[in-house]
């Protein structure tokens, strides 16, 4: 790892930042209001929690109740508290940072929200660590369902050492979702020095492809992108220097189950039951997938793992087995715009 590049992170957040109105750019924001479920989570969490966070985009999961959620680079612990609310008393969420400034405000809120949520005793915990070695912060081997992280893993030096770490923790079957700052070149190693850009999640945005290749290169070859926005460059001194390169805030999901490098027909055909309570009526896997309750659906093999073998299994019936092969899956995004394209199914 660069002790530079982490150096310079935790400078920035933890001296140069006071609030996110002192973002230079939009790259640290969200892109959009996050959806009304979200938005009535959001009450309940403190205003100067809510002040000081710097993420890009809502992975929040969904069907999560009762599991045990890692938030990578949590700050002052904005996700990590909307967490407690989704996985309930019984869930856990730890929230892992290396930044101390960003630490003591999550833990100082940890016993008003509690209260807020009426939590008789805190399902919450914040752990300093570094993500590209998350034994810093004690999370052991298969003990984490869901891992999220919001516009961090780019400001990391060694972004697949961080994708191994979450290989390691995720229990089989377990789900990595996070939103990220991503670019459509390799960024320039001048540009990715820049104490400024690495600051506002440019300089360290992985290139789509190269970040394809890493997941595969750990034993991921299939990821699903769920949303993914060009970005726009606020500040003239930024846009100056890197304003040839297009950024995109991106979404992404990848589970711990058996996959293949491409997708391939296998004949099965997915119906969701409707039963996940956050979305009664259909559920979106990714940018090409709506499952509506009670439709049956076409789906190649890795998209039948992705719901038979994770969290997802008992709200999906599954007809079919992997005994007779039809070849590839023709399959491409049919419900987002030309953006999202990057890794069809």
Known sequence: MSQQTLEDVQDYYGKVLKTNEDLKTSACCPLEAPPPPVQNLLKNVHNIVQEKFYGCGSPLPVAAQGATVLDLGCGSGRDAFLLSQIVGEKGRVIGVDMTDEQLSVANQYVGWHMDRFGYKKPNVEFVKGYIEDLKTAKIEDNSVDIVISNCVINLSPDKEKVFSEIMRVLKPGGELYFSD????????????????????CLGGAMYIEDFRRMLTNIGIPDYRITSSRLMTLDDP???????MIDFYSMTVRAFKVELEDICENYGHVAYYKGSISECPHSFVLDDHHEFKTGMPVAVCGNTANMLAQTRFKDHFRIDGDFSTHYGPFDCAPNMADSSNTENCC
């Not at 700052?181 to 506002?200: C, M, N, S, T």
């Open 181 to 200: 700052v991503f670019a459509g070149r390799r960024i320039a190693e001048p540009l990715q020095k820049d104490k400024i850009l690495l600051g506002e």
């Open 237 to 243: 001194e930024v846009e100056a220097k890197a304003g």
